[in-house]
T-cell receptor, first 113, second 112 residues
């Protein structure tokens, strides 16, 4: 079965540094998402992306966050200046059309020191 | 934001018995519900879903029941197997909704 691929699996960074989390969604999917899960908490929606633009974002997704689909296959999440509270597991997800099921990657564990 | 609630943080069941995981929601605009299963260090994987026009959907050992008037759904796993031990998330979205709203998850442990 096709899968969503995320790299790296773990990322350790210093507070204030920029990080880029990378994702390769399933190839024929059109809708792309980032979610995160802080340890022990629920999976939270960050942002959705369709037709090369953000379609919806949560209040978590402030000016420090940005997403990009630089080519036909990659989908990235950038955090400009990381904070301690950004430490979480970040999941990329994709689906091919609305009302279909969402496929998740295995996540990137981000640790901000 | 507590639109989707899973009030039981954990559940322990004997192998072969039935596991029942519950989920409540508050947003009456939700009309599509999904259950995801998550193992440690992996992403959530889709398990089963149900549309609001149905009250039951079955897939092998997994059955989801929806009670719209009570805004409640449940996942039944029978018979439970040790490999079912994982975190189970209930999720919901509105019609043509763009995002899933997740519950906090229930840790299921199936003892052999």
């Amino acid at each position: 079965e096709p899968e969503v691929t995320q790299t790296p699996s773990h990322q350790v960074t210093q507070m204030g540094q920029e990080v880029i989390l990378r994702c390769v969604p399933i190839s024929n999917h059109l809708y792309f998402y980032w979610y995160r899960q802080i340890l022990g908490q629920k999976v939270e929606f960050l942002v959705s992306f369709y037709n090369n633009e953000i379609s919806e974002k949560s209040e978590i997704f402030d000016d420090q966050f940005s997403v990009e689909r630089p080519d036909g296959s990659n989908f990235t999440l950038k955090i400009r200046s990381t904070k301690l509270e950004d430490s979480a597991m970040y999941f990329c997800a994709s689906m091919w059309q609305i009302n279909e099921k969402l496929f998740f990657g295995s996540g990137t564990q981000l640790s901000v020191l | 934001d507590q639109q989707v609630k899973q009030n039981s943080p954990s559940l322990s069941v004997q192998e072969g018995r039935i596991s029942i995981l519950n989920c409540d929601y508050t947003n009456s605009m939700f009309d599509y519900f999904l259950w995801y299963k998550k193992y440690p260090a992996e992403g959530p994987t889709f398990l089963i879903s149900i549309s609001s026009i149905k009250d039951k959907n079955e897939d092998g050992r997994f059955t989801v029941f929806l009670n719209k008037s009570a805004k409640h759904l449940s996942l039944h796993i029978v018979p439970s197997q040790p490999g079912d031990s994982a975190v189970y998330f209930c999720a919901a979205r509105t019609e043509y909704g763009n995002k899933l709203v997740f519950g906090a998850g229930t840790i299921l442990r199936v003892k052999s």
